[in-house]
């Protein structure tokens, strides 16, 4: 994590020590080799997040591994000289504020809040949400946004009278005050305006949420253009909203053919106005709209070829003397680096991975190959490093989500550990990954275990037609829905996959809906997931034939399962059902569980220790298979 101060003047890092705490670094940009600590966190209360609340003082988002809820994040300021730390929420859901009759002693705030926003006036606040549960469901029902001083920690409401139901996602003008609300209510997204200076909300979309019009709110471009991302010709685009008229433009602002646009704003908060979009294609790039940024741009690509650069501004793009730059590759993990605008140097301030080597890496690229429909499947392949040509071992790896885009061209840890060991590893973003417009995201609606699976053996087929994978030696992996992916795989295709690692994996649709640990709402139980999955009444009989558990004695081939004790997103009764059903005709079950791990792995030694495991069952099962 690093980021700039918001006049340019300083870089906040968050360094790992060798002994796993991290610290807080700031570096004066004029100096950037040296820096100073301005605090450190312990192992078991890492920092996830890191923001500029002035050019003076800093807020610290920091994350509990005991705790799993949403709420549980503690939130602190500090000065940059290491001064004047104060604590602003609790994560501990046993804290509460002390009060003397009306008076409040200890005004930390309790673990309903959330770190939202920062303000760009030079204040000392921040935004933060306070979370709203309606005692039923195990997500918060909606949430109210208020403005908190992080030195006296005073908090007023940010948004005065009432709001829509259900709010959750807000949108902020140039001056910080909250103009747009989001809201999912009843399987509708919904969106919500309000003039300046009014208190009231007017309604301005309501679309079916999922559903083939998309109308998604994304940021301002001064007082009254709000940039959305909606429908265009089948994919999802970048278009200008006047909210005076109330009416798209008819033509785009960006538009990429063959992607949904996914990019985030690079704005000037001097100016209010937009200056570019970061973006992802293929690859990821930068479009600019302000002509100097275009330029820097062009110099720093100049100065790191082969590489995504990133370039980031800090609160005013004309006006910092120098540019913050994320710059990796397939095969280059991120480094951070300075840019001087007059002198036009780059100056490193660190790597994500600083042992890594990137001559070792494997090369990521993009293809589509078409499935047995026909349908055009995008995928990304991580080929071994080294010359060595013809097939190899080769892993099907499969995304989580599974409505959402898998692969990006990027350093991707997984797949650079299956490639250093000798496997290709394919990735497809199988129908219903998001990413590939509508007609794609749709066609995998209620195809769990259907056609969202063929996709998956359609890929193997494919690299095995390419000359590039061992048909004798291909495996399948993956977490969450790529755990279910995983099981249904060797199950649907015994002859093609030898063997699966699934780890976090959903074992039986039905339980989804009904198990009692789950974090899944009412909201996503009702609507979502019966348009994206299948109902459970009506769809009953195809859900129960795409259960892996009502199909476990069917797996004869090696697989290694693991879980987190403390799952509330697939919790671990999907794991040790799976396992006592599979173990009863296959004594090729290794059952691995992680008592204090949760929907994925955030301990070091459990991330080692799964991908020894990992490592063992690969190379036992398929690299060395006959």
Same mark, same amino acid.
């Given at each position: 994590?690093?980021h700039l101060s918001p ?11 060798p002994?796993g705490?991290?610290?807080l670094v700031?570096?004066?940009s004029a ?5 100073h ?8 209360e ?8 002035n050019e ?8 509990n591994?005991?705790?799993e ?6 939130e602190f300021a500090?000065?940059r ?6 604590h602003l929420i609790?994560?501990s ?5 002390e009060k003397?009759g009306?008076?409040v002693k ?6 309903d809040?959330l770190?939202y ?11 933060v949400a ?7 469901d ?6 109210r946004?208020?403005? @908190?001083?992080?030195?006296t920690?005073? @908090?007023?409401?940010a ?11 807000w949108?902020m ?8 609300v ?18 009231s909300w007017?309604e301005?979309?309501n679309?079916p949420?999922p559903g083939?019009t ?6 301002f471009?001064g007082?009254?253009t709000?940039?959305v991302?909606?429908?265009?010709q ?6 200008r ?6 009416t798209?433009?008819k033509e785009?602002?960006?538009a990429?053919p063959g992607?949904?646009?996914d990019?985030h704003?690079?704005?000037?908060w ?8 970061h973006l992802?294609a ?8 302000d002509?100097?940024?275009?330029a820097?741009?062009?110099?720093i690509?100049?100065a790191l070829?082969g590489a995504i ?5 800090a609160?005013?793009?004309a006006s910092t003397?120098? @540019? ?5 590759s397939d095969?280059k ?12 140097t ?8 600083p042992?890594? *080597?990137?001559?070792?890496?494997g090369l990521r690229?993009?293809?589509r190959?078409?499935?047995?429909d026909?349908?055009?499947i995008?995928?990304?392949v991580t080929?071994p ?6 097939p ?5 790896l499969v995304h989580g ?9 990027n350093?991707?840890a997984?797949?650079?550990?299956l490639?250093s060991r000798?496997y290709?590893v ?6 219903g990954?998001?990413?590939y417009?509508?007609?794609?995201y749709?066609?995998g ?5 259907l056609a969202?699976q063929?996709d998956?053996a359609?890929?193997?087929q ?5 000359g ?7 495996g399948?992996m993956?977490?969450s ?9 060797l199950?649907e ?8 690692v ?5 074992? *039986?649709?039905?339980l989804?809906?009904?198990v009692a ?6 909201e996503?139980?009702n609507?979502?997931m019966?348009t994206?999955?299948g ?7 195809q859900?129960?034939r795409t259960s892996?558990l &009502? ?5 004869? &081939?090696?697989?290694l ?8 997103r697939?919790?671990?009764e999907h794991?040790s059902r799976f396992r006592d ?19 994925g792995?955030?301990h070091?030694?459990t ?11 690969? *190379?036992?099962?398929l690299?060395?298979?006959e």
């Amino acid at each position: 994590m690093v980021h700039l101060s918001p006049k340019g003047g300083a870089v906040a890092l968050v360094m790992q020590e060798p002994d796993g705490r991290q610290t807080l670094v700031v570096r004066d940009s004029a100096t950037p080799a040296q820096g100073h600590v301005v605090t450190t966190a312990s192992k078991e209360e890492p920092i996830i997040a890191v923001h500029w609340i002035n050019e003076q003082r800093i807020g610290l988002t920091v994350k509990n591994r005991q705790f799993e809820f949403e709420s549980n994040y503690d939130e602190f300021a500090v000065d940059r000289n290491g001064e004047h730390f104060t604590h602003l929420i609790a994560g501990s859901l046993g804290h509460e504020q002390e009060k003397l009759g009306q008076i409040v002693k200890n005004k930390t705030l309790t673990s309903d809040y959330l770190y939202y926003a920062a303000t760009h006036d030079g204040s000392d606040d921040i935004l933060v949400a306070q979370l709203v549960w309606n005692h039923v469901d195990p997500a918060p029902q909606h949430n109210r946004l208020y403005r @908190l001083n992080t030195r006296t920690r005073e @908090l007023r409401p940010a948004v005065e009278g009432t709001q829509p139901a259900s709010s959750s996602h807000w949108v902020m003008d140039g001056s910080d005050t909250p103009r747009i609300v989001t809201s999912l209510v009843q399987g509708h997204c919904m969106t919500h305006y309000r003039q300046p200076g009014s208190d009231s909300w007017t309604e301005i979309a309501n679309t079916p949420c999922p559903g083939a019009t998309r109308w998604q709110p994304l940021f301002f471009d001064g007082a009254d253009t709000l940039y959305v991302r909606a429908s265009y010709q089948g994919y999802e685009a970048l278009f200008r909203y006047n909210l005076q008229t109330r009416t798209l433009d008819k033509e785009p602002v960006l538009a990429i053919p063959g992607f949904d646009f996914d990019g985030h704003a690079e704005l000037d908060w001097e100016t209010k106005r937009l200056a570019g979009v970061h973006l992802q294609a293929d690859a990821g790039t930068t479009v600019w709209f302000d002509p100097a940024m275009q330029a820097a741009q062009a110099k720093i690509n100049a100065a790191l070829p082969g590489a995504i650069n990133q370039v980031h501004c800090a609160q005013g793009c004309a006006s910092t003397p120098v @540019l913050l730059v994320e710059s990796g590759s397939d095969r280059k993990p991120t480094s951070y680096l300075l840019y001087n605008r007059a002198s036009g140097t780059l100056v490193s301030l660190g790597n994500a991975h600083p042992d890594i *080597d990137p001559k070792q890496m494997g090369l990521r690229d993009f293809h589509r190959y078409a499935a047995r429909d026909g349908r055009q499947i995008p995928v990304y392949v991580t080929t071994p490093p080294g010359k060595a040509s013809g097939p190899r071992p080769a892993v099907v790896l499969v995304h989580g989500g599974p409505y959402l885009r898998g692969g990006y061209w990027n350093w991707n840890a997984e797949a650079q550990f299956l490639a250093s060991r000798g496997y290709l590893v394919i990735e497809p973003d199988f129908r219903g990954s998001a990413g590939y417009g509508y007609d794609h995201y749709h066609a995998g609606w209620k195809q769990w275990g259907l056609a969202m699976q063929d996709d998956l053996a359609d890929a193997a087929q494919w690299a095995i037609k390419q000359g590039w994978a061992d048909p004798k030696r291909v495996g399948i992996m993956g977490a969450s829905y790529g755990g279910y992916a995983t099981l249904m795989g060797l199950i649907e295709q015994p002859t093609l996959f030898r063997a699966g690692v699934e780890w976090a994996g959903v074992t *039986d649709i039905g339980l989804m809906f009904t198990v009692a640990r789950s974090d899944a709402n009412r909201e996503n139980r009702n609507y979502s997931m019966r348009t994206l999955i299948g109902d459970p009444e009506q769809d009953a009989a195809q859900l129960a034939r795409t259960s892996p558990l &009502q199909r476990a004695a069917e797996l004869k &081939q090696p697989l290694l399962m693991a879980h987190g004790g403390q799952d509330r997103r697939v919790p671990i009764e999907h794991a040790s059902r799976f396992r006592d059903a599979a173990q009863r005709g296959n004594r090729n079950v290794t059952y691995l569980v992680y008592p204090d791990e949760r929907h994925g792995w955030s301990h070091d030694d459990t991330n080692i220790d799964f991908w020894r495991q990992v490592d063992t069952f690969l *190379d036992r099962n398929l690299k060395s298979a006959e």
